[in-house]
Every structure is written in C-alpha cells, then in structure tokens.
C-alpha cells in the first residue's frame, strides 16, 4: 500500500526538533541542572522554583516537546470523536474539564539565552539536546555535540525506555519496519496515522501499556474495521498484579471492547508474507496471527546509560540508579523517577515505574535540591484504566503472586448502574477459593464491579488495589501504614464505603 510506504518515509525523515539549534546558545554553567524531561523533571523544577524564588534552572530534554504527562497517550487520547483536539493533545479528564499534555505553555520558558541574565532566575529548557556523560566529581555534563555544562547541582530523571522482543532484534529491517513501541507523543502521533491505514494490529503483552493500549486501540478501531488482537503469556490481562479471577474477568472486559485476546501464549517467530504486507506471526499455541502491525508492549528497563561512565551504582536486582532515603546518588547529585531505585521504610528496596511517583519522588528531589534534607517517606500510588468499565488506583505492594482478600459491593448483574447500587451485601473472594466455592458465593460475572483487594504477606495488608472504587486513596493509605494483621477484612472493607459514590 503506497499511503503505508508514504507514512514509513516520513517517520525515516523526521528531524527531531532541537530548540535552541546550536548548543552555544546553552549556559557553560547553572545553578540547577536537571537531566529528563518527564514527570520527575516537571515536578522537581517546581519545588526548586517554589523554594528558591530566584532560581536559574535548565532542563536538558532528549525529546523534542515540553515537559508533558505520559498517562492519557494510552487512553484519554483514544476516546472521543474529536480527533482535532486530540492532535493538538488535548484531553478530556475524568472530571469532564479538557487538559493539555503538556504541564507548562511555551511561554512559561525562559529563553535559555536569557537564562544567566534574567532578573528573577527562571526555567529554561533545552530540547532535542540530549546529556551524554557526567563527570560527578567535577560537577559537570557533556552534551551529545561535547559542549560542557557545569552545574551546583544535578538532577537524573531520565525515566525508561521500552524493552523490545529478541525476535524483533533479530529480524531484517523489513520486518522491523511493521513493528513499533509506545511511550512518547511521537509514537502517539504514528499510531493514530497508521490506523487509518491498517486492518489489522497485534499488541504483544499484557501489562499496563499492553492492556490499556488494547482497549484503546478497538474502541477507536471499530470506527474503521481495524482488528486488534492481544497477545500475551499471562492467564488474562494484568495478570501480574491482579487476582487471577479479577484478572480473568477483565479480560472479559477487554474481549468486549473487541480485542481477541490470546492469553497464556507467547511469540515464537515472526515473518513477511510473500508480498511484504502483513507480518505473520507464529505462536507456541500453534496457531499463527497475520497482521498489518505489531505493538510491542513487553515492558521498560531505566534509563541508565549515565551510570557507568559517571561511575554511579545501578542496583543489581531491581536495575535503576542506587540512591539514599534523600534520594541522592552521590552529593549534589539526585536521581527521581522511574530510574531511581529508592529505600521504601515500609517496604525496602523499590524502583516504580508510575506517574505518581515522579511526581512525588520529583518534588522531593527538587525540595533537597534547594537546601532540604526530607527523607522519601510518602507512599506513591498509582491508577490505571483499561475501557470504559475498568478503573482502578493502587498503592503498595500489588503483585498477583501474594494472598489476597476481595470484598466486592454484591448487586443485581443485570443493574449496570453502579452509582445506583445501595445493596448493602458484600461478596468476599479468597484468592485460594475452588471453582466450586466461588459457585456456592454465588459469583455472577459482574459482581467484580466494585470493591478492594487486600495483598497480605504474612497476613499483613502490604497492597490495597481500589477497583472501580475512587477518592478512597487516603483511606487506603491509613490501612497500609498501620502495618497491622487484621482478623476481619471485612471490617477493614466497611471503611471505604464500597457501596457509597
Ligand atoms: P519519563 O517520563 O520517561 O521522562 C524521562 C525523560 O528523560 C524523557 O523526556 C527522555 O527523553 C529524557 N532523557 C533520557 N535520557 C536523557 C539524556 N541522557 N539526556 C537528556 N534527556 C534524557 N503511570 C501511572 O501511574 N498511571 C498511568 O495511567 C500511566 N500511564 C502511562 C501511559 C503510557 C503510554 C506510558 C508510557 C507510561 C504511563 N505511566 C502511567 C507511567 C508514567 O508515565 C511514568 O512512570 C513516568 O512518565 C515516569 O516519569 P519520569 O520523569 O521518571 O520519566
Ligand atoms: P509491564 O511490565 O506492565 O508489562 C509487560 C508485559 O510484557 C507483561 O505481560 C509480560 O508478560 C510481557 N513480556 C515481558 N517480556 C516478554 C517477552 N520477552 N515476550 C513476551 N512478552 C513479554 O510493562 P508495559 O505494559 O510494557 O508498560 C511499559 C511501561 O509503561 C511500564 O513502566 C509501565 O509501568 C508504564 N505504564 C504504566 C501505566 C499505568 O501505570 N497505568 C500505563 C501504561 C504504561
Ligand atoms: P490528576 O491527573 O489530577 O492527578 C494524578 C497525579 O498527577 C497525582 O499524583 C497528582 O499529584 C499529579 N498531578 C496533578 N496535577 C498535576 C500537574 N499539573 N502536573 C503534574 N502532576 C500533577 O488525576 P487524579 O484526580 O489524581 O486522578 C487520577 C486518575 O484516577 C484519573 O486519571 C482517573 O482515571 C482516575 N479517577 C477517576 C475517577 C472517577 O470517578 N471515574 C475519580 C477520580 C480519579
């Protein structure tokens, strides 16, 4: 299809906007030099300027947009019909009140050849441009046209990158032309072109970006007949994180959105069909999948190409730079975000991988950055929504191997009006319950509206997942940090009103 081949050229030509253009345009050194342009980034110029009013910030981006939120490229973006507002990436909250991608308007920037002189200090931002070493010892940064920044002090939020397939590394460039990954606004933009092309993707994996994607991905799809299959190793969607019968149900949910998924499969090989159009994909199942595109959604691994070079300490189990409870890695430098590796007092060791921890993990950063010595102590939390019915928020430690207790809110499975639903019965799920028992609990298929799970580890709550279940959070927190073994979860359940709004 030529309009394809068209689509290939351009994404081949496009010129990563560099702005300014020449790297002598750039400050030779700053007060507040901070590596990223993401969340962790945004949120730690934000607690620098708010405690230090007349601070000289520059923030060294790779990408070539401002600093923008990652979270609605998934979903937010996909919904709706008005594919003007979602070009200029803008969109519509849960609230009904419409939101740019971006944190800050252009304007909000000092223009970095101001940067040393302005009166009142500022942000500046220098995108497109990308930091290729650091010399810790000698405070200062090269970039990738070996121009040399020394800095006061340094923040690393450089995120994380998507893992691809083996198969894929593998393959002959013709092959990789059908494949893609999803993080940024750019892979955003070519998805959103390619389906007016395609009939057919295939999204390989299961997780959050696989999940959420999917269910995008159909609900916009169905508009122009493009068929979506999901492809994954797990039992159903999320299976990592959520119980398997949650995870099962959800994965009805997806089905019904229009995606065929393919659980407890994985991806064996992959080739052109004769003409060059569709990649066939072979499955251990041994079937196979023909499609015109394929969607890598295998996972992320830290940005840490800084480490060995700068001499910084990656952990060895979690990956991600090692940094203490103020979240430095060495003095006057401090990493955020999805690359960091922190001290959780709670729970040890842990890198996260969501917004709400580069916002917080940022903030923090910026706030020691100016002179605080705050410790890293507020548990982050997270929410994900994979179509119109699945809504959760999460915090703790939600991970699928552990024991858990739901308590669902018990309704008619025919009343699909949540609100409405002021039964007072609630359904409590063990995630060791045999078929037979779930039976006798009477499981309609759509009682898993509405509720909380309990993760237990020693029968303590170590991770509270909220399902369909919103502004509870500080509830969820308190039950968390008490670090208690309670004998009734479904006491515990009572205090976040599953039956209330
Ligand atoms: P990033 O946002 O990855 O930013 C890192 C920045 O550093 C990038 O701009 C990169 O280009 C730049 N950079 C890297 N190396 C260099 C270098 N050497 N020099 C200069 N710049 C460099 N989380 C949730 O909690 N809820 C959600 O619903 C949710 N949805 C998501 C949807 C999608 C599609 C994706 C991809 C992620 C989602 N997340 C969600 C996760 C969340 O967005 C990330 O955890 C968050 O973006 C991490 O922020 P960060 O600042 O650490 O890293
Ligand atoms: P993930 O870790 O959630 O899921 C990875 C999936 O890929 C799993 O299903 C796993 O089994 C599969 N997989 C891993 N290796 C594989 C292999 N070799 N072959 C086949 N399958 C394989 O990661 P993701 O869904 O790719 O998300 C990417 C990043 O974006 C993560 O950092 C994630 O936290 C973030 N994200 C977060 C949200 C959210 O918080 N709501 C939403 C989207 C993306
Ligand atoms: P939000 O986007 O306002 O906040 C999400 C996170 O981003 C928070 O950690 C917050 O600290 C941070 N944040 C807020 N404003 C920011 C900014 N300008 N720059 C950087 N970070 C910022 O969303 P929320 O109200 O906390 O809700 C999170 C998600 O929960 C929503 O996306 C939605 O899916 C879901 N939700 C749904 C309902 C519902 O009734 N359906 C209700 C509440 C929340």
Redesign the pocket.
């Known amino acids: 299809d030529s309009s394809i081949k068209e689509i290939k050229k351009a994404k081949k030509s496009r010129k990563l906007i560099q702005i300014p253009a020449l790297s002598q345009s750039i400050p030779d050194n700053v007060q507040y030099l901070l590596?990223?342009?993401?969340?962790?980034?945004f949120a730690a110029f934000r607690a620098i300027k708010s405690a230090d009013p007349t601070a000289r910030v520059l923030v060294?981006?790779?990408?070539g947009y401002l600093p923008h939120?990652?979270?609605p490229?998934?979903?937010e973006l996909w919904y709706g019909d008005d594919s003007e507002m979602a070009k200029s990436l803008n969109f519509h909250q849960w609230n009904g009140t419409t939101r740019s991608l971006f944190y800050e308007p252009d304007p909000f920037y000092t223009p970095i050849e101001e940067l040393a002189s302005a009166k009142n200090g500022g942000i500046s931002l220098a995108r497109g441009?990308?930091?290729?070493s650091i010399n810790v010892s000698e405070k200062k940064v090269k970039l990738n046209d070996g121009k040399e920044i020394s800095y006061d002090k340094c923040l690393i939020?450089?995120?994380?990158v998507p893992k691809t397939l083996k198969l894929y590394n593998d393959a002959s460039q013709d092959v990789k032309d059908k494949f893609s990954v999803?993080?940024s606004i750019a892979d955003f933009e070519d998805l959103m072109e390619e389906l007016n092309h395609v009939k057919s993707i295939a999204i390989i994996g299961g997780g959050?970006?696989g999940s959420?994607l999917a269910a995008s991905l159909a609900n916009k799809g169905k508009k122009n007949g493009v068929k979506i299959y999901q492809i994954f190793k797990e039992n159903g969607n999320m299976g990592k994180v959520l119980p398997k019968y949650l995870s099962q149900w959800t994965t009805e949910k997806v089905r019904d959105e229009g995606v065929e998924v393919v659980t407890n499969t994985e991806v064996e090989n992959c080739s052109l069909d004769n003409n060059g159009e569709k990649v066939n994909l072979v499955l251990n199942n041994g079937k196979n999948i023909s499609v015109d595109h394929v969607i890598m959604a295998v996972g992320a691994k830290p940005?840490t190409?800084?480490a060995a070079d700068a001499g910084l300490e990656v952990d060895p189990n979690l990956d991600g730079y090692l940094v203490n409870a103020e979240l430095q890695a060495r003095t006057n430098l401090y990493v955020?975000?999805?690359?960091a590796c922190f001290y959780d007092n709670q729970f040890g060791r842990r890198r996260v991988?969501?917004?709400?921890?580069?916002v917080i993990s940022?903030r923090l950063a910026g706030e020691n950055m100016a002179g605080a010595a705050k410790q890293y102590k507020h548990q982050p939390m997270?929410?994900?929504?994979i179509g119109p019915s699945v809504g959760y928020e999460a915090i703790g430690i939600v991970d699928s191997s552990l024991n858990t207790v739901g308590v669902f809110a018990k309704g008619n499975p025919k009343d699909t009006s949540l609100s409405t639903n002021k039964t007072d019965e609630n359904t409590t799920i063990n995630d060791t319950d045999t078929p037979a028992e779930l039976e006798s609990k009477n499981i309609f298929e759509n009682n898993y509206n509405k509720g909380v799970v309990f993760y237990l580890k020693n029968d303590v709550v170590v991770g509270i997942v909220l399902w369909n279940l919103f502004n509870r959070m500080s509830i969820a927190r308190q039950v968390l940090k008490s670090d208690r073994c309670y004998k009734d979860l479904n006491e515990v359940a009572k205090l976040f009103n599953i039956h209330g709004d």
């Open positions: 590596i990223g342009g993401g969340t962790a980034s060294i981006s790779a990408e939120m990652r979270p490229l998934s979903k441009w990308k930091v290729e939020a450089t995120g994380s999803f993080r959050f970006l959420e940005n190409e800084l955020a975000g999805d690359c991988e969501h917004h709400d921890h580069a940022g997270f929410w994900s929504d």
